[in-house]
């Protein structure tokens, strides 16, 4: 008697891939994936439940393991415990059944297996080789598929990246190339004219980053002989240079609020709440009614590393805040027409909009340079805290006052943060530039 394990083994081997009736009334769960909840030190596998035909109950059967747990990447055991889920399903459609002698079942895929390679065998007549054409898989059907694979091993934010990128290159494609609709029409020339159109319509940054997010869904491909190649691997990097974000001058800083108090209050109090509490623009879109605490001058917030932090918030900020004992806890604080209300958007959404509001609102009315941008009064707002610490302490006292608001996590942190947006200078040193016109 042959077991799951000859079967599913001698099917993937084979790569079997013939239909199976869907009509048949199933006996059988549909197999699932386990994933160990992502834990690599854990076994993997699929499983699924057979019907006893003793008490035509679902029982669950000894789960198939395959070599899935000799790799120790998330994806790469995915990718092969997919194939085994699939060839299993396959199986069971074709009558396979675990409580019986499946010899029959074994006997006819054999057959099969041998009839189409003696059809794939060259032509003793002609001399020419007869193959059986297989339709090409359409290039949108190739990425969705890429981007299904991607869903249990990618975080969210990760996934949209990839999608958002994905559909970008589908469209181009579909402008540029509609003569190429099937995934044996790619090669590397399409993707490098993609790349270089990316490029003259943004920056080196962006244009790498379409590439590398591409390369990893089209890796998928390849792995699942989808595709033959990753040509993305093939196109170099290019260099870029990081985006730097340059603290506002103080009089530049007062004509932006002065203007905003008058044209945009609500960006005014985004810009004000996540200066004077040291946050990330996607922090504070995260940030509901509830989380604020006013009595105690504190907003709770879920931050980059971390479930859940605590700040505290400065009087300056409360004086500017409305009365939220008025609104509805579960509401988020920051919305496109107010404080308090629904917003249905996805956090990266939220925080776009009041990115691309900042550009039309303050950057273009003021004809401001690609270095700055909303994350500079984070800058403006610690150099000027770091500063006013310095009148009254030692530079060491004044940054361990400063990591307490900062929240960052090390003093060298702090340091290089403070290096890297020129907070740290010196005082002026024209004494000791001066001759000494009494000696040579």
């Known amino acids: ?77 995915l990718e092969v415990l997919t194939v085994y889920r699939k060839t299993l399903l396959k199986l069971l459609n074709l009558g396979y059944n675990p409580f019986e002698d499946n010899s029959a079942l074994h006997s006819k895929l054999t057959q099969t297996r041998k009839t189409e390679s003696e059809q794939n065998l060259p032509s003793e007549k002609s001399g020419e080789a007869t193959q059986v054409e297989e339709p090409k898989m359409r290039i949108d059907q190739a990425f969705q598929f890429g981007l299904k694979q991607k869903e249990r091993v990618v975080s969210k934010r990760t996934l949209k990246d990839y999608e958002n990128k994905t559909n970008s290159f589908l469209n181009w494609l579909k402008s540029n190339h509609p003569d190429a609709p099937t995934v044996d029409k790619l090669n590397k020339s399409i993707f490098q004219n993609f790349l270089n159109d990316i490029l003259a319509n943004s920056s080196p940054r962006n244009r790498n980053n379409y590439r590398t997010d591409l390369s990893s869904v089209l890796q998928v491909l390849v792995d699942n002989e989808i595709v033959q190649l990753n040509y993305l691997r093939g196109i170099i990097k290019l260099n870029s240079k990081p985006e730097r974000h340059k603290t506002y001058s103080s009089e530049t800083e007062t004509k932006i609020f002065d203007y905003l108090k008058d044209n945009d209050p609500i960006l005014l109090l985004f810009i004000k709440f996540y200066s004077y509490t040291f946050m990330r623009p996607i922090e504070v879109c995260r940030i509901k009614v509830k989380n604020i605490n006013v009595k105690d001058r504190t907003v709770q917030f879920k931050a980059k590393n971390s479930k859940l932090k605590t700040k505290i918030l400065p009087q300056i900020l409360l004086d500017d805040l409305p009365d939220l004992s008025k609104l509805k806890p579960n509401t988020l604080l920051f919305t496109p027409e107010g404080i308090g209300g629904d917003w249905e958007a996805s956090e990266n959404s939220r925080r776009d909009h009041f990115t691309k509001r900042f550009k039309k609102v303050v950057k273009d009315h003021f004809r401001l340079g690609i270095d700055y941008g909303l994350y500079s009064f984070r800058h403006t707002f610690v150099t000027k805290l770091y500063k006013e610490l310095s009148k009254k302490y030692s530079p060491n006292e004044a940054k361990s006052r400063l990591m307490q608001i900062t929240g960052h996590s090390t003093m060298s942190a702090l340091e290089k943060y403070l290096r890297d947006i020129d907070a740290e200078l010196p005082k002026d040193f024209s004494d000791m530039l001066k001759r000494n016109d009494g000696q040579d």
């Not at 199976?20 to 386990?34: A, E, G, T, V």
């Not at 499983?47 to 790469?76: C, H, I, M, V, W």
């Open 1 to 77: 008697m042959f077991t799951i394990k000859d079967f599913i083994t001698f099917a993937y081997e084979c790569e079997y891939d013939n239909a199976y009736d869907l009509s048949k009334q199933r006996s059988f769960s549909n197999p699932k994936i386990y994933t160990a909840r992502g834990n690599l030190k854990k076994r993997w596998y699929v499983y699924f439940s057979f019907r006893n035909p003793d008490n035509g109950k679902l029982k669950r059967l000894t789960p198939f393991y395959g070599t899935a747990n000799q790799y120790n990447t998330k994806e790469e055991r």
